[in-house]
């Protein structure tokens, strides 16, 4: 069974900065893409930014600049180091892992992380 733990939410001040994690475990055989999105209520989940295992990374224009998305692939966890955090970047983080687990591939999600940015 594959298990999704995403850590490192919390609350910061506009400027301030956060770095997200998410690690998956059990027997996975590899992991292709890895990627965060957001959700505030009354809205649709928005893809924040994902990279592939080749490396190729990809963001949202709005945080382009201000967010590193980065993987250790050892470790399989992905993490999201978000600075210049704005009130807008406040929402709930997912992770999301494209990977290869008993034979098939699959995506799951972590459980979602609350990310606050207010004075």
Do not use: H
Not at 1 to 12: A, D, I, L, N, T
Not at 83 to 111: F, H, I, K, M
Request: aromatic share 10%; proline share 3%; hydrophobic share 30%.
């Amino acid at each position: 069974q594959v298990q999704v733990v995403e850590s490192g939410g919390g609350s910061v001040q506009p400027g301030g900065s956060l770095r997200l994690s998410c690690a998956a475990s059990g027997s996975i055989s590899a992991i292709y893409v890895m990627g965060w999105y957001r959700q505030t209520p009354g809205k649709q989940r928005e893809l924040v930014a994902f990279i592939t295992n080749a490396g190729p990374t990809t963001y949202l224009d709005s945080v382009k600049g201000r967010f590193t998305i980065s993987r250790d692939n050892a470790q399989n966890t992905v993490y999201l180091q978000m600075n210049s955090l704005q009130p807008e970047d406040t929402a709930v983080y997912y992770c999301n892992l494209d990977l290869q687990y008993n034979g098939r591939r699959n995506t799951y999600w972590g459980q979602g992380t609350q990310v606050t940015v207010s004075s």
